[in-house]
């Protein structure tokens, strides 16, 4: 199966993205792809990314892509967007970053606790596991907020710190706990029409699963749940589309028979 689309992608235009516009381009059309977003970060932590750094991203990847498909014709569609990161902290510097430029596709994240932590900073092997479990929790209540807010289309990553806990600090994390959670994140989202990230940036890291993985989307099924959407979350060419034919047809077993993109703010589909 080949693969159909690739949703969440950073260029060079990202603090820590390896590849540039073309690149991505490029290889969407070399390997057939139907529908490519290119999402640079737009993390909304004042004193980690300061604010102009985050509105020179946006812009410069926003305004490339518009000049992009402006002067070239390809078969590949492409999409603007961004991912906007921990919005609920800092909403009106969200609605700043919202008004900056029409886009496509706006993904919603969260990386940090409330204490301002981010997992991807954390050397959890050496941290008491009932203070990971707690800021798990947090994680989660922060993800309710960001669905209640809910100015975005595609919710990213919903087991982003289990990349950290379990994947690189060989922690178990009992998913059982988070639960309820869980369920009003994926009511959440199906009420307010955003749409569900399967992020296999997981298969190609130490957790060795996607973000989410197969439980959590079967149960968002179950739920109703029927918007999906497929981002690899790329930084580098190599990581670029990765195991998205696989995820298709996962999503095919679980019962999904059609995957979401966003059009000018505007969901569409596309078959499975
Ligand atoms: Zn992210
Ligand atoms: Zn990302």
Redesign the pocket.
């Known amino acids: 199966m080949k693969p159909l689309i690739d949703c969440?992608n950073h260029s060079v235009h990202s603090f820590d993205g390896h590849q540039t516009v073309e690149t991505l381009i490029r290889n969407a059309e070399a390997i057939g792809l139907s529908v490519l977003a290119i999402t640079d970060?737009s993390d909304l932590s004042p004193e980690v990314y300061p604010k102009e750094q985050i509105v020179t991203t946006v812009c410069g990847s926003v305004d490339e892509v518009k000049r992009w498909r402006a002067e070239h014709d390809s078969p590949v569609k492409i999409l603007t967007g961004f991912?906007l990161?921990e919005p609920i902290d800092y909403p009106e510097l969200a609605e700043e970053m919202l008004a900056l430029r029409e886009v496509d596709m706006v993904?919603g994240?969260i990386?940090e606790g409330s204490n301002g932590r981010d997992f991807y900073y954390m050397d959890c092997k050496n941290e008491p596991v009932e203070y990971l479990m707690g800021m798990i929790h947090d994680y989660y209540d922060r993800l309710i907020r960001l669905v209640e807010w809910g100015r975005f289309d595609v919710l990213?990553?919903i087991t982003?710190p289990l990349r950290y806990v379990m994947g690189d600090a060989g922690i178990p994390v009992d998913m059982e706990q988070f639960r309820e959670k869980i369920d009003t994140i994926l009511k959440g989202i199906i009420e307010k029409g955003i749409s569900l990230e399967i992020?296999t940036s997981g298969l190609r890291q130490k957790i060795g699963q996607t973000l989410p993985g197969k439980d959590i989307l079967t149960r968002y099924y179950e739920l109703g749940g029927r918007m999906i959407t497929i981002g690899s979350?790329s930084h580098r060419e190599e990581h670029f589309a990765y195991g998205i034919p696989e995820v298709q047809e996962m999503l095919k077993e679980i019962g999904f028979t059609e995957l979401t993109y966003f059009e000018e703010r505007k969901p569409k589909t596309i078959a499975l």
Request: aromatic share 8%; charged share 15%; no cysteine.
């Open positions: 969440h970060h991912e990161g993904l994240s990386h990213t990553h982003y992020n979350d």
